[in-house]
């Protein structure tokens, strides 16, 4: 089976911060990523909205009613968003999200903490067929941390005061220069309905990191 990932970056650090990681229901994943985005001040969430994804980004939507989800850019030349919510993992949309972290590292501008992750970058790889290139782990491994990560860094897009800033600097801003925080962000209450539900962040299934990672 597939795990359930959830990836969580500090864009005003430019490092990886949280990890979730387990084999878990869908309508129970949802859950796991509303209060994760509550606890990281409503944080951006980019679920993917493939297949059984769509029950997850539902569940966002309709049941928990979380107010920040990704919103793709429109296809048709329009300038602006479209208004259905997640990400579309199709063969040309993950060679986009596997360029977007290629250019982080190469440009220093992420640090990952996960072990995990780190382990499944090492035999995540492309692949030529026919006349398509294909992404993804070697046989019998694992790259759902790595996919997760990916759709972390492709919500930076939609962090408008940060992408100025990228535009200036060749390196993340703090949180004092983009006027966010004068120190750590505080996390935002969780609605009460979910206190009860989420697991417990320093225990079980997610994994906070305390140190600056490795790598």
Do not use: C, H
Request: proline fraction near 5%.
């Amino acid at each position: 089976a597939d795990f359930s990932v959830i990836s969580v970056i500090d864009v005003t650090e430019g490092r990886q911060v949280a990890e979730f990681r387990d084999i878990i229901t869908l309508e129970r994943f949802a859950i796991e990523a509303a209060a994760a985005g509550y606890w990281y001040n409503t944080a951006l969430l980019v679920p993917e909205r493939n297949s059984i994804g769509a029950v997850v980004v539902n569940d966002l939507r309709v049941k928990l009613a979380y107010p920040n989800l990704y919103l793709p850019p429109r296809k048709d030349g329009v300038q602006g968003y479209s208004q259905q919510r997640g990400f579309s993992t199709t063969n040309d949309s993950k060679q986009l999200l596997v360029a977007t972290m290629i250019s982080n590292f190469e440009d220093e501008m992420i640090i990952i903490a996960s072990r995990i992750l780190f382990g499944e970058l090492s035999v995540f790889e492309k692949k030529e067929q026919a006349n398509f290139i294909k992404f993804a782990a070697q046989a019998g491994r694992k790259d759902d941390t790595v996919i997760a990560f990916g759709l972390a860094l492709t919500g930076i897009e939609q962090t408008p005061k940060l992408l100025v800033e990228l535009n200036r600097k060749s390196k993340l801003p703090s949180a004092r220069e983009l006027g966010l925080a004068s120190g750590p962000v505080e996390s935002m209450p969780i609605p009460k309905k979910l206190q009860d539900l989420i697991t417990v962040k320093a225990m079980g299934s997610w994994n906070p990191f305390t140190d600056m990672g490795v790598g």
